[in-house]
């Protein structure tokens, strides 16, 4: 009867061991970004900063990105390293690692950050829900019409280029266009060579004009002209970067490096707080920046509002 009893008890220890252990093991998490630009360490930093701070159990692992793999990987080396580290959950920062990571047909759940919407849509797995998701480096197109509407409610003549990956979005934005009763002009370019062609018609017709990260509209070949030319045809142009802001676009909407790795931190700690019973669906990051460029308000004699006022109108957007 004791030595029964005795297996019992031992049996349900070890039991209480395995499961505690297994609770509090700390999660792999591996990144893999596209180089060594700083940005990506900016997010990842944040990141990691974010989830510390939730993390109120010392007593137990936090969740932190353990490994950032910073070399571009042939596929066969990508999908080596992945299974023999075994991650719980594949982060990526960039166009490039995301689509070496996509064709490496990995297992592991996978984020897919800092990339346009347009990129993740085109990625081989972009469709597997609950095992894969992003958080996108665009705005929302609502938020981009409703800071246009908030900041120059005089402009009604809005204009857009449209290019190979951002052709898709032209019936959204001609809905949300129509509703927020702006008048749309557009332009459909094949190449960067269309872009001159395309802006020398638009200036004609519109007040303000509202660009799309698509590469082969908005390049380091392009913007200079796009920017120039509107200036002096008093069109001013809603960026999505500041340093289109810097460049001399009027005002800008964006997601800032250590903004991402907020919304990342976010994404991360439902994920894990949810058992991993799946990923989120891809989303627009909850935080963003508005910028704008006094110099040109001023030469355009335009009063904005400030940048604050602007933000806190597209909480809800």
Request: hydrophobic share 40%.
């Amino acid at each position: 009867m004791f030595s029964h009893c005795l297996l019992y008890c031992c049996t349900i220890l070890a039991l209480f061991i395995t499961s505690n252990v297994a609770a509090t093991a700390p999660a792999k998490i591996i990144a893999i970004t596209s180089g060594t630009s700083s940005i990506y360490d900016q997010v990842i930093e944040q990141m990691n900063k974010n989830l510390e701070a939730t993390c109120t159990d010392k007593s137990i692992a936090c969740l932190k990105v353990d490994q950032v793999i910073r070399a571009s990987l042939n596929t066969e080396d990508m999908a080596s390293l992945t299974s023999r580290v075994a991650p719980d959950l594949v982060i990526t920062l960039g166009s490039r690692a995301a689509r070496d990571v996509a064709t490496a047909s990995i297992k592991s759940p996978t984020l897919y950050t800092l990339l346009p919407e347009s990129t993740f849509n085109n990625l081989p797995n972009c469709c597997q829900p609950q095992k894969v998701s992003s958080i996108f480096l665009n705005q929302p197109l609502e938020r981009q019409i409703h800071l246009i509407k908030t900041a120059l409610p005089q402009r009604t003549r809005l204009g857009v280029i449209y290019g190979p990956s951002s052709q898709h979005t032209a019936p959204h934005i001609k809905a949300l266009a129509e509703k927020a009763g702006l008048h749309l002009e557009s332009v459909v370019i094949k190449n960067r060579a269309g872009v001159g062609a395309a802006l020398r018609q638009l200036l004609k017709r519109i007040d303000v004009l509202l660009t799309l990260p698509d590469p082969e509209v908005y390049s380091k070949q392009t913007v200079f002209n796009v920017l120039l030319s509107s200036y002096h045809n008093g069109v001013p142009v809603v960026g999505f970067s500041k340093g289109y802001v810097k460049a001399g676009a009027l005002l800008a909407l964006y997601s800032t490096p250590e903004q991402i790795g907020h919304h990342l931190a976010d994404v991360v700690q439902q994920y894990f707080s949810s058992g991993q019973q799946h990923l989120p669906p891809p989303q627009y990051s909850t935080y963003f920046s508005v910028v704008t460029n006094k110099s040109v308000a001023r030469s355009f004699k335009i009063t904005l509002p400030t940048e604050k006022v602007l933000r806190n109108s597209l909480l809800d957007k």
